[in-house]
């Protein structure tokens, strides 16, 4: 296992793993993530396989709010009003999906996750492997997710091209997950961001949760 200390070539070194299919952890704005290209179905199955899981889409990471257009077919109201006030920072929004989009990626719900982290260091990580990125939770499914690059290798000795350790997580909740794919949002998840603020914001476009 390769753990490298979070730099410019570290990132360098994931770009070129990510783009040969393979996979990769990094420190999220939440906790560490397994990386991946989220339009190659082998390198999703391969994710999938590591973490023992099957049937659960897989969140995106985008480096910039403008390249949700690779992922989205659509952007609803409240998308764009919570995109506008709460990203970046850990708040995933479900939107509709492309069709291009991978179904392991949705898990044949036709939706994908996506989120803009507030960590900077994130962003270039997810900037350097093409502007999207996977990052669903660096765990074996039922286990707690990785807080250090350490707790990553201790998880998974094989499988990942490299670790790059952006230290500890500066969080102990995950990211929100809200669903804004349809008429009225639906809080499947509360994180970071609290249903308050969620609901706060809702408020300036005259929406309410269901």
Same mark, same amino acid.
């Given at each position: ?7 410019? #070539?570290?990132?360098? @070194?994931?770009?070129?793993?990510? =783009?040969?299919?393979?996979?990769? =952890?990094? *420190?999220?704005? /939440? ?23 099957? %049937? ?21 109201? +409240? ?17 509709? +999906? @492309?069709?291009?989009?991978? #179904?392991?990626?949705? =898990?044949?719900? !036709? ?29 074996? +499914? %039922?286990?707690?997710? +990785?807080?250090?690059? /350490? ?9 990942? %091209?490299?670790?790059?350790?952006? !230290? ?13 794919? !349809?008429? @009225?949002?639906?809080?499947? *998840?509360?994180?970071?961001? %609290? ?16």
């Amino acid at each position: 296992m390769l753990i490298y200390p979070d730099s410019e #070539e570290a990132r360098e @070194r994931a770009a070129k793993v990510v =783009a040969a299919g393979g996979l990769v =952890a990094f *420190r999220t704005d /939440t906790f560490y993530g397994l990386g991946a290209d989220p339009f190659n179905r082998e390198a999703l199955g391969a994710l999938n396989e590591l973490k023992g899981r099957d %049937g659960k889409p897989i969140l995106v990471l985008v480096s910039d709010a403008g390249t949700v257009e690779r992922l989205a077919a659509r952007r609803t109201r +409240a998308f764009d009003a919570l995109a506008a006030r709460k990203w970046p920072g850990a708040l995933t929004l479900v939107v509709a +999906a @492309r069709p291009e989009v991978p #179904e392991l990626l949705t =898990a044949g719900t !036709g939706a994908v996750g996506v989120r803009l982290p507030e960590d900077d260091s994130a962003r270039a990580v997810v900037r350097a492997c093409g502007g999207v990125l996977t990052a669903t939770s660096a765990n074996p +499914a %039922g286990q707690t997710p +990785a807080r250090t690059a /350490t707790e990553v290798a201790r998880y998974f000795p094989r499988g990942l %091209g490299l670790v790059i350790d952006g !230290g500890v997580s500066r969080s102990d909740l995950p990211s929100t997950v809200l669903d804004v794919s !349809g008429d @009225r949002p639906r809080l499947i *998840r509360e994180g970071v961001v %609290g249903r308050a603020e969620i609901e706060e914001t809702l408020k300036s476009i005259n929406a309410t949760l269901a």
